[in-house]
């Protein structure tokens, strides 16, 4: 059974940092890309940033560019989330995301998510 | 950026008939003639949930009443018929180029 959860999430004040991670088990992890996708209290869903299967590429949405990190650790099956300069718009409920590739990209199983409130 | 439409914002429905929601793409998602719009479910206090992939493929475990269609830039999600359990959010979402896109989301009640 395919398992993603998330850790990391909590208060944080606006300009400082927080990392959250991605526990996965059931599947293969370094067989995948795997992406985060966030939800704002009340809001869509937005696509946060994507990592290949062997952590060769990154992509990330033009808000979150220069600010945030993918990573991955194949050989602990983790995926990382390294927020830095945080903003009061970043808070958001944080979804870990297994992204299927071989036609197309959606995201076939997801975590619980984890919370992430900036504030001060 | 791809953007994508969704309409209406929500919807109430009666058990039993039919709920359609609507996706437009502002351009083509199509990549060698597979249009790679997909659909999530997303009911209450939960984790979204993929339901259709690559415009009208189920994912596993999801019934037949769920189906997707294309016309054009307009992709639709047909839910028929209507249970109490399909209480929920529904999103499309473009796979064809980063970013990666969703839209506005649809919420669907029960009449």
């Known amino acids: 059974e395919v398992q993603l959860v998330e850790s990391g999430g909590g208060l944080v004040q606006p300009g400082r940092s927080m990392k959250l991670s991605c526990a996965a088990s059931?599947?293969?992890?370094?067989?995948?890309?795997m992406a985060w996708v966030c939800q704002a209290p009340k809001k869509g869903l937005e696509w946060v940033a994507t990592i290949s299967y062997d952590g060769s590429s990154t992509y990330y949405r033009d808000s979150v560019k220069g600010r945030f990190t993918i990573s991955r650790d194949n050989a602990k099956s983790t995926l990382y989330l390294q927020m830095d300069s945080l903003r009061s718009e970043d808070t958001a409920t944080y979804y870990c995301?297994?992204?299927?590739?071989?036609?197309?990209?959606?995201?076939?199983?997801w975590g619980p998510g984890t919370m992430v409130t900036v504030s001060s | 950026n791809i953007v994508l439409t969704q309409s209406p914002a929500s919807l109430a429905v009666i058990l039993g008939q039919k709920a359609t929601i609507s996706c437009t793409a502002s351009e083509s998602v199509n990549k060698f003639g597979i249009n790679l719009m997909h659909w999530y479910q997303q009911k209450p206090g939960q984790l979204p949930k993929i339901l259709i992939y690559n415009e009208f493929s189920r994912a596993p475990g999801i019934p037949a009443r769920f189906s997707g269609d294309e016309a054009e830039l307009n992709f639709t999600l047909t839910i028929e018929p209507v249970e109490a359990d399909d209480v929920a959010t529904y999103y499309c979402?473009?796979?064809?180029?980063?970013?990666?896109?969703f839209g506005s989301g649809t919420k669907l009640e029960i009449k």
């Open positions: 979402q473009q796979g064809l180029t980063f970013p990666l896109t």
């Open positions: 059931g599947f293969t992890f370094n067989n995948y890309d």
């Open positions: 995301a297994r992204q299927e590739t071989t036609w197309g990209w959606y995201f076939d199983f």
